[in-house]
Nanobody
Framework: QVRLEESGGGLVQAGGSLRLSCAAS??????MAWYRQAPGKQREWVAT???????NYADSVKGRFTISRDNAKNTMYLQMNSLKPEDTAVYYC????????????WGQGTQVTVSS
């Protein structure tokens, strides 16, 4: 059983920065990702990091956000710079466990609010 716990959300002014953390228990080198969901919108993918360290980003955050992980600590991070009001959302940590039958695990979410 994998448990994910996010932290680091908060209120920040436009142009500011925040760093989110996601601590995973019972995990190894599974791919991990950040998603976000704004009020009234569907959950959207933000970024993915693989066990090898390879990364992918949504176009909307490319160049502003950086995803990283510390495998020794089973922790993933999202450094968010140059934040915009449209980045306001609940950010969720995701872990994809398995190869043929992938199981998605989710954290409880952390609120990020960017004021203009």
């Amino acid at each position: 059983q994998v448990r994910l716990e996010e932290s680091g959300g908060g209120l920040v002014q436009a142009g500011g920065s925040l760093r989110l953390s996601c601590a995973a228990s019972g995990s190894s080198n599974s791919p991990m990702a950040w998603y976000r969901q704004a009020p009234g919108k569907q959950r959207e993918w933000v970024a993915t990091i693989y066990g090898s360290g390879g990364t992918n980003y949504a176009d909307s955050v490319k160049g502003r956000f950086t995803i990283s992980r510390d495998n020794a600590k089973n922790t993933m991070y999202l450094q968010m710079n140059s934040l915009k009001p449209e980045d306001t959302a609940v950010y969720y940590c995701n872990l994809k466990y398995g190869v043929l039958n992938i199981i998605n695990y989710w954290g409880q979410g952390t609120q990020v609010t960017v004021s203009s």
